[in-house]
């Protein structure tokens, strides 16, 4: 069983950036495809951007492209999703998954075993 723990949700004006990161409890992320995906109040979780467990291949929804990436550490300890260019839109619960193994950045959430609690991003307006 692999434990998942995110960090670096919180309140940011819009415009501004933040810092997600997702944690495995007792194990580096190495060899792990990672997703994060996200849901808003009322909405359905949505798929927000994936790196293979290599960080050769990353993917992400139209609707973050440009403003959000997935930087992976040289170690693996940890895997982020950072986020600029914060719109209220952007507002909901951020999850990260993960998975041993995979070439490519899947993105659907059945491809990921292993799901965080989440953690809140909330952007003003």
């Known amino acids: 069983q692999v434990q998942l723990i995110e960090s670096g949700g919180g309140l940011v004006q819009t415009g501004g950036s933040l810092r997600l990161s997702c944690a495995a409890s007792?194990?580096?992320?190495?060899?792990?495809?990672v997703a994060w995906f996200r849901q808003a109040p009322g909405k359905e979780r949505e798929f927000v951007g994936a790196?293979?467990?290599?960080?050769?291949?990353?993917y992400y929804a139209d609707s973050v492209k440009g403003r959000f990436t997935i930087p992976r550490d040289n170690a693996e300890n940890t895997v982020s999703l950072q986020m600029n260019s914060l719109k209220p839109e952007d507002t909901a619960v951020y999850y990260c998954?993960?998975?041993?193994?995979?070439?490519?950045?899947?993105?659907?959430?059945?491809?990921?075993?292993?799901w965080g609690q989440g953690t809140q991003v909330t952007v003003s307006s």
């Open positions: 007792g194990r580096t992320l190495r060899g792990f495809r």
């Open positions: 998954a993960a998975d041993p193994g995979g070439s490519s950045a899947y993105t659907r959430s059945a491809d990921y075993r292993y």
């Open positions: 790196i293979s467990w290599s960080g050769r291949t990353s």
